[in-house]
């Protein structure tokens, strides 16, 4: 069975305090990676798509990378509108669609 | 353009009642997916539809049904609702079966 687990559950940081969110799968036959962002709320929003191991992408303080078995959204030099719960998912090849991982609740204090 | 647009933005409804949710996809947009997200979870997959038919399925008993209308549209219905169909539904749509962009949700309350 396809599963995501996100750690850690939690994070505090000062603004400033750089970090890694870490994203593990395991899934029959990965189309692509997905980070989202979501505030209390609302829906997702959209951050990154990775399809293979190997690839980066960054926009503003994320940057998120993949291996085989693992993503990590990086944040450097965060600020406190970067708060928000960072959701990480996959698109596997059987038509199930996206499974979601739980998720990570940052904090970024002034 | 706008974004996915999902109504009602709010329900509240009580036990073994009949609840219609709606979305209206990114223009563009064919494929329409629900999901369904607890408090402190991730969102779990419910349907995904794309020209009309549906493409997957995920784990949610028979009382969960959706459509997809020929403007792309889509509903989703839950009968006989429990407290536990309480949460946040989330509408998505995508080209095909690539990057979902979400909307903004409904919060259905089964008192």
């Known amino acids: 069975e396809d599963q995501v687990t996100q750690s850690p559950e939690a994070l505090r940081l000062q603004e400033g305090e750089s970090s890694s969110l870490n994203c593990s799968y395991t899934v029959s036959g990965l189309r692509g990676l997905f980070w989202y962002r979501q505030d209390p709320g609302k829906g997702p929003e959209f951050l990154f798509t990775?399809?293979?191991a190997g690839e980066e992408k960054e926009k503003e303080r994320l940057k998120a990378t993949l291996t085989k078995k693992e993503s990590f959204l990086h944040i450097t030099a965060p600020k406190p509108e970067d708060s928000a719960t960072y959701l990480c998912?996959?698109?596997?090849?059987?038509?199930?669609?996206?499974?979601f991982g739980p998720g990570t609740r940052l904090s970024v204090l002034p | 353009d706008a974004g996915v647009t999902q109504s009602p933005t709010h329900l509240i409804k009580t036990r073994g009642q009949h609840v219609t949710l709606r979305c209206s996809p990114i223009s563009g947009h064919k494929s329409v997916s629900w999901y369904q997200q607890v408090l402190g979870q991730g969102p779990q997959f419910i349907f995904q539809?794309?020209?009309?038919?549906?493409?997957g399925r995920g784990n949610f008993p028979d009382r969960f049904s959706a459509r997809q209308f020929p403007n792309y549209s889509s509903e989703l219905n839950v009968n006989a609702l429990l407290l536990g169909d309480s949460a946040l539904y989330l509408c998505a749509s995508s080209l095909d079966t690539d990057t979902q962009y979400f909307g903004p949700g409904t919060r259905l309350t089964v008192l």
């Open positions: 998912a996959v698109d596997n090849n059987y038509g199930q669609n996206f499974v």
């Open positions: 539809y794309y020209e009309k038919e549906e493409r």
């Open positions: 990775l399809y293979s």
